[in-house]
């Protein structure tokens, strides 16, 4: 069974910083696009970083520069470090994961943070909460 699980949230002052893991098992994860998105409550679904197969990352506007993803192959895990944090950072996180080429190029990634394109597997969030 294919299984993401997002982990390394909870409670944090503003200004502070998290690491999140997102551990994968079930399918050939060096073939996937991994991404983190969240969830605010009363918000839609927001598509914060991405890290393509060879490691090249996107980040929405309202994290870059403050959010770091990065994977580990041989882990099949990957990472969000998130550092500067606000209180509008506070959401339900979690992974997913898009089988794709290698190296296909930044207006695909764009499309799959936006929503725009379909992610193959989700995984369950971990609640991050930021206070003031």
């Known amino acids: 069974d294919v299984q993401l699980q997002a982990s390394g949230g909870g409670l944090v002052q503003a200004g502070g910083s998290l690491r999140l893991s997102c551990s994968s098992s079930?399918?050939?994860?060096?073939?996937?696009?991994v991404a983190w998105f969240r969830q605010a409550p009363g918000k839609g679904r927001e598509g914060v970083a991405l890290?393509?197969?060879?490691?090249?990352?996107v980040y929405s506007n309202s994290v870059e520069g403050r959010f770091t993803i990065d994977r580990d192959n041989a882990e099949n895990t990957v990472y969000l470090e998130m550092s500067s944090l606000k209180p509008e950072d506070t959401a339900d996180y979690y992974c997913?994961?898009?089988?794709?080429?290698?190296?296909?190029?930044?207006?695909?990634?764009?499309?799959?943070?936006?929503?725009?394109?379909?992610?193959?597997?989700w995984g369950k969030g971990t609640q991050v909460t930021v206070s003031s």
């Open positions: 997913a994961a898009a089988l794709a080429p290698a190296d296909i190029g930044e207006p695909f990634y764009r499309g799959l943070l936006s929503g725009l394109r379909d992610m193959d597997f």
């Open positions: 890290i393509s197969r060879g490691g090249y990352t």
């Open positions: 079930g399918f050939t994860f060096d073939r996937y696009i």
